[in-house]
């Protein structure tokens, strides 16, 4: 191999390595995410990365189009590669529902890609994990997806975060009420930006792309500041939604949703009625989720989603009601490096065993074998090197404990057994190292 | 949305879904696979689907650039998805070696992609779960790399598999003494397929593609047809070594991996010295591996790997050894099933809870938080809909128990816990379904 002919390793732009140390945070959470999901009945599902062109474009929207990655394949059809787990969802639900019948509850955990611009610190590869109950209108599809959500960040161990919640219904049945139903996508996106941009010039964007009064987006903005507990939402809802029938039955829902997720035990701070999230999607037609982090609602939903009426009326004429959310992986995972919730380790193993007495390998392997019996994790340094470059090793890998043995100590049966945090040691039969590392790494947690 | 605009869902050629039945027991070997490798103290990393392409041309072989899917992004570049997981990690060892530091152990559970011939009933994605220990020699790391094949099959209750191992020195120093080292790939290569065409062919390919005369051929294949105990085939090879010292470490090498893989626990009728495996592939130097089920040696190896010299010289001047190995997930599971070891069920929920009276959502949703918070999974069926249509739709699904609780046994206080399989039904009082579930549960495994 000559100097000359060596190719820059490097990745290509837009894309990203994940090194241990974030993989393996990133490995937890989708694990507790797939863990939720299965504990409701949901199942898993994959369908292909690549799918014909004309299966996934005009699906998004003109944005997602044009970000699509697209090309011609060795046997000149043209492929595109996914950009969301939702197109792929319908395409799948439409070709193979009859064999699954419904309800049909599916998750998803799988790689998308958009070609986004770089320079808004956006990656052009990231990952979804989406969940999914096809084929029913029951409300109580739509409380399961609250209590999903719930329990996924107990399961992450974060308490401060709120579901904010809503119903479109609500939002088509007072804009027909104040006379803007045909209007009402052009009004929805300009309210969904009412965090961002604030009232007035949500107000602005309402007159001038959705053309109502002044006193029209004045009655929306009024709806969509709407504030107090979810009781008192609900009886302002419910006054408001008076001679719309599409108002009422969404103002129920939201009161049956309310009332179901904290009998089933979501503590009733975990959710809140929202009047003012729309979702830009212009599929949405009931029940829509977001969900904000309490020390950080800077960053933006974490889980969104919500429910649709016709989920693949593009490729079957079978009618697909639906709901479901999606985990904005990245997003959270960022924003638990940055609370300081990420424990920064690049080892998934919480125990090193030091190889010092290069003529006992096979009695080093042996008690490396017993203690991953007993359900501990171990690594074993393959090189008979210096104590101290080893210990260092462990150290700079995160390893929580090390278990050294000399030639001395094979003799006497005994190992020292180290906290490496600390740097507090202990003599240890042989025989009980496993269970003494059980206790040790039990304290330590 | 009119008849005629509608598009056929269909999967693209060569790609399939997976549906839950077959993608729950995918992901009981991934997470298997996963679980095995991290006990060694295995990493997880990830790396882009999409490579530049002068990373990934002219790394494997002329057939993989061949199948490579290739394309220009939005910025003109030329890009390849990748084709394997070892290219991916010798562009990342080079790159990010210097903060990672050696030995650097790490696995990639990924998807890669090959434009192959679908004729062969070959798909043209498929998922690799990779694991290699890099930056030493030690021998320590081949033993444990068998370790690991061992507990992974031993994890996945499968007891009846042979790792044949081998060591590229063996061979390559009794080529030398054969006088035959300038034609070692073409031999190997020949060699390899000793268990597809038989030794006729062998013989046959030896003289006409690497030139070898009838009398070599035959020593080559002599050694390869050694057949004993791993005892008795040391012995036989270390007096086949005698004058040459590569052969000679091999031989060592695979002395040591006999003697600790035993005293680590890997039962001895496990692994099997197999002379004749060469593995294709140029770039092993040292020991190989090869795996076979006992009862379906025909499928072919289901884990495969070995060590190499230099991982990643075409992208950085720092020499990096190592050795790793890659189970091949999709022929297990097809295996797996052709042997009958895997369930056929749709949920990864074991219980369902039937919806029978409507006025009860609250108490059925608060009941199926309890059981979900004892640890057991439960899937509640959204409508209240008749119960023989629910404990068909359950029945179907593969739940085990079905817990059912009409009008009159919510003011009981009692439910009925069914046993699908059997039919059997318990009379149980509503505080204690959790538990009576989980015994339930336990009696079945």
């Known amino acids: 191999m000559t100097e000359t002919k060596r190719i820059e390793p490097r990745t290509l732009k837009g894309f990203r390595d994940f090194l241990p140390e974030t993989m393996i945070p990133r490995e937890w959470i989708i694990d507790t995410a797939r863990r939720v999901y299965r504990s409701y009945g949901f199942a898993p599902i994959d369908t292909p990365a690549l799918e014909y062109l004309e299966i996934l474009t005009g699906k998004g929207s003109d944005e997602t189009d044009k970000q699509m990655y697209r090309f011609q394949d060795h046997g000149g059809r043209w ?22 019948g419904t309800p049909f509850k599916r998750y998803h ?34 409380i399961e997806t609250a209590l999903v959500i719930g329990e996924l960040f107990r399961a992450l161990s974060i308490s401060d975060f709120t579901i904010r919640v809503n119903n479109r219904q609500v939002l088509t049945g007072l804009l027909e009420r104040f006379g803007l139903a045909d209007r009402s996508t052009a009004i929805l996106r300009a309210l969904d930006k009412l965090d961002k941009i604030g009232r007035e010039k949500v107000a602005d964007e309402m007159i001038a792309a959705a053309g109502t009064t002044a006193e029209q987006a004045g009655q929306v903005l009024k709806l969509a500041e709407l504030t107090g507990t979810n009781d008192e939402m609900l009886v302002a809802l419910d006054q408001l939604a008076t001679g719309s029938e599409t108002a009422q039955a969404g103002v129920a829902r939201l009161a049956e949703l309310v009332s179901a997720t904290k009998a089933a035990g979501l503590p009733a701070e975990n959710l809140k009625i929202t009047p003012s999230i729309a979702r830009g999607l212009d599929y949405y037609t009931g029940t829509i989720f977001e969900t904000f982090l309490g020390e950080l609602p800077g960053i933006g939903s974490v889980c969104s989603g919500g429910r649709y009426d016709n989920l693949a009326g593009l490729y079957t004429k079978e009618h697909l009601p639906g709901i479901g959310a999606s985990l904005g992986l990245d997003r959270l995972l960022a924003a638990l490096e940055e609370l300081g919730k990420i424990e920064k380790v690049s080892t998934p193993a919480p125990v090193f065993l030091a190889f010092f007495e290069a003529t006992r390998l096979n009695d080093y392997l042996a008690l490396a074998s017993t203690i991953r019996r007993s359900g501990i994790g171990v690594e074993f340094y393959p090189e008979p090197k210096k ?40 003599s240890v039969p042989l025989a009980e190292v496993p269970a003494k590392l059980s206790e040790l790494l039990s304290a330590a947690r």
């Not at 492929?79 to 699954?100: K, N, S, Y």
């Not at 998308?112 to 109580?140: H, K, L, P, S």
Request: glycine content about 10%; overall charge positive; proline content about 1%.
């Open 79 to 100: 492929v595109g590669m996914r950009f969301d787990l939702t197109v792929p969802l319908a395409r799948f639900a439409a070709q193979h529902i009859g064999q699954l």
């Open 109 to 142: 955990v799988a790689t998308v890609w958009r070609g986004e611009n770089t320079q808004r610190g956006r990656y052009r590869e990231f990952m979804q994990c989406d969940f999914d109950t096809i084929g029913t209108t029951a409300v109580a599809a739509d």
């Open 387 to 426: 104590l101290g470059a080893q210990l260092k090793y462990a150290d700079r890998r995160g390893f929580k404990l090390a278990v050294v043995i000399g030639g001395n100590e094979w003799e006497s049966g005994t190992a020292q057994v180290k906290v490496l945090a600390t740097a507090e040691s202990h």
